[in-house]
């Protein structure tokens, strides 16, 4: 869970926007706890959500486009530190920078063209991902669609969160991960008769083959070099005693003349004893060319003209091919092939032995899963009346003073569990739906089918206003929460906001001073019009600015609207 307070760091830290609508360049430095928005209407404070919704993934409406201008861009930067769950590893799984100084950099830019670029920490990356990680980070309510409290799926990981179910929650996938593992290893094994017949005749071929070979590890180059030599017996023999002849064959030899050289240079020492290192140097040549006699004698007398040797290496290379063939780029994988052929052709061997211990584990393990999911499933329905009636309590703050908010539990059946478990998720055996019903009378429908987008807001406000503690998105956008409200409604809509705040980063656009007095900061949205072209601007407020701009909102500039929006400050 996040908790942001003024001491606390930020979440969205700066919001840029740079050629959209009457955004020429636009920089917004946001603070921790509440931050209200406000301004004449048409001044262009949905140009926030809007600018908002397009870095976090929405799709790209061109027509935004600046006039005059061929692409806009929208950049967002979050301080993460504070965020729970694995933003690193799932950067790095999608090939993303990781974040520098705990910033997380979103960008989004599109061109008139049709040009439509997103990055993460300067890495390109998909609409998707935007979405995804965007799903993390931000909650919108109001007359838009990034909602994850419509989603059921979310709704459930709420309600566990509010009983702090999540061990109970982990417990039930652990067991549903093993009763998957168990059927899959059952399946390997349950085939049709004819089937078992043929895997088990192919197996035994296979495994037959390679243990007949007695493959030896790094042999086939040891074969290779041997039939080289076999092959090529008759030319290596010829060569072999070529050499021997010119070394020692006649008269004209090699070692006959070195002999008449050595003679020669006696008698040059005997004369001159300063020749004494030439006839040291003939020596040692005549050494050198003995021993080169004698190895080459030793080698043609190893040269085997064998042609059954031959034959023999020639069907072993044979061999070592096919079984590469058919098994392997290498010795050593077609070796690690029968190994494995081996193990499975023992496991099939033992199937019924194997079937008996799998399913008397799935039975053991399903009805584990049934009692821990039957356990899960009546902790929720001891929460239900719980999450309603702090739910309602918001609600009736909010102007629902005679609403009506459940949930309705579902719980799958027990032959859920009976097949391969595809109808049972790793959340448990129940789905959730969140019901609200505005007036006395009328039946409870899921929050996904309200019409009106104050309502909605509004019931998101007492959603997160009772969920403040659990909800994990850190930062939180609500838009035309104050539709239809006024009076001490809307002073209790501030309250909430400032409330749900000490918890979260909240960014609230509003059109009502008790709701905007109540912000830690706020925002005044303006139009300005230079050399005709007209911009909207932001900027943040003082303590006086705010008392004029609440004033404003109150009706106009008289004693008493200063006065009155004074008093909303204080």
Not at 213 to 219: I, V, Y
Not at 333 to 356: P, S, T
Request: net charge negative; with cysteine; hydrophobic share 45%.
């Amino acid at each position: 869970m996040v908790k942001l307070a003024r001491s606390e760091p930020k979440m969205l830290t700066t919001l840029r926007i740079k050629n959209l609508a009457l955004v020429t360049d636009l920089t917004l430095e946001l603070q921790p706890g509440y931050n209200a928005i406000t301004g004449e209407t048409g001044a262009g404070k949905s140009i926030i959500i809007g600018a908002l919704n397009l870095v976090l993934g929405e799709r790209a409406d061109r027509t935004l486009i600046r006039t005059g201008s061929d692409a806009c861009s929208v950049e967002a930067v979050f301080d993460i530190r504070k965020l729970r769950g694995a933003l690193a590893p799932w950067l790095e799984e999608n090939g993303l920078e990781p974040c520098e100084d705990h910033q997380l950099v979103l960008k989004r830019a599109f061109t008139a063209a049709g040009t439509n670029r997103q990055f993460i920490n300067g890495s390109p990356t998909t609409l998707t991902a935007l979405a995804a990680i965007g799903e993390w980070l931000v909650d919108m309510h109001g007359p838009h669609d990034h909602q994850s409290l419509l989603h059921a799926a979310k709704q459930l990981t709420i309600l566990d969160a509010f009983g702090n179910l999540a061990p109970r929650r982990e417990a039930f996938a652990t067991l549903l991960r093993r009763r998957s593992a168990l059927e899959a290893e059952k399946a390997a094994l349950v085939v049709d008769e004819r089937t078992y017949a043929q895997q088990l005749d192919l197996l035994r071929f296979q495994v037959n083959e390679i243990t007949a070979a007695r493959l030896q590890p790094g042999e086939e180059e040891q074969v290779q070099q041997e039939y080289a030599r076999a092959s090529n017996a008759a030319r290596l023999l010829e060569l072999s005693q070529a050499a021997l002849a010119l070394l020692d064959g006649d008269e004209s030899s090699l070692l006959t003349q070195a002999g008449l050289l050595g003679r020669t240079l006696h008698d040059l020492q005997r004369i001159d004893a300063g020749a004494a290192e030439l006839a040291r140097q003939h020596a040692a040549a005549m050494a050198g060319w003995q021993e080169l006699q004698t190895e080459l004698s030793n080698y043609a007398d190893k040269v085997d003209i064998d042609p059954a040797r031959l034959q023999e290496l020639e069907e072993r290379l044979n061999l070592l091919h096919t079984l590469k063939r058919k098994y392997g780029a290498t010795l050593a994988e077609v070796i690690a092939f029968g190994e494995e052929a081996a193990a499975k052709l023992q496991q099939l061997e033992q199937r019924d032995g194997e079937l008996a211990r799998i399913n008397e584990e799935l039975k053991k393990v399903t009805a584990e899963l049934w009692t821990t999911g039957q356990e899960l499933s009546a902790q929720r329905r001891k929460l239900v009346p719980q999450l309603a009636k702090s739910v309602a309590r918001q609600l009736k703050d909010l102007g629902f003073a005679q609403s009506h908010f459940d949930v309705t539990v579902t719980t799958t059946a027990r032959e859920a569990l009976t097949g391969t478990g595809a109808a049972v998720g790793s959340s448990g055996l129940d789905t959730i739906e969140f019901q609200f019903a505005p007036n006395p009378g009328e039946p409870a429908r899921p929050l996904r089918a309200i019409a009106s987008s104050g309502e909605m807001a509004r019931v998101m406000l007492a959603l997160k206003t009772a969920l403040a503690q659990v909800d994990e998105v850190p930062v939180l956008v609500f838009d035309e929460v104050d539709a239809n409200v006024g009076g001490e409604t809307a002073a209790a809509v501030g309250g909430k906001m400032r409330s749900i705040a000490t918890q979260h980063q909240v960014l609230c656009i509003t059109h009502l001073a008790p709701v905007a007095a109540a912000a830690t900061t706020h925002y005044v949205v303006t139009k300005q019009t230079r050399e005709g072209r007209t911009t909207s601007e932001i900027s943040s407020l003082g303590k006086a600015e705010r008392v004029t701009e609440l004033a404003r909102m109150l009706g106009g500039q008289s004693e008493a609207a200063r006065k009155h929006a004074e008093e909303l400050l204080a």
